[in-house]
């Protein structure tokens, strides 16, 4: 099966997709969603978000 992380998935308001991604061994469970979620709703640009060492 194929995973595919997009810049969507940066900063994400759900973490429903956690549980099953192999791409991100950190979070392996569903949590509420993230408390600046509304924040992050309408940007698109993420890219500068990604922590690419693994915070």
Partial sequence: ???VV???C???????CVAVCPVWP?????KAPLPD????L???AKLDQLDRHGA
Avoid: G, L, P, S
Wanted: charged share 25%; with cysteine; net charge neutral.
């Fill in 42 to 44: 309408e940007v698109k």
């Fill in 10 to 16: 940066i900063q994400c308001k759900y973490t429903d």
């Fill in 26 to 30: 950190v979070i392996n469970v569903q």
């Fill in 37 to 40: 979620h509304a924040r992050w």
């Fill in 1 to 3: 099966m194929t995973f």
């Fill in 6 to 8: 997009t810049e969507a």
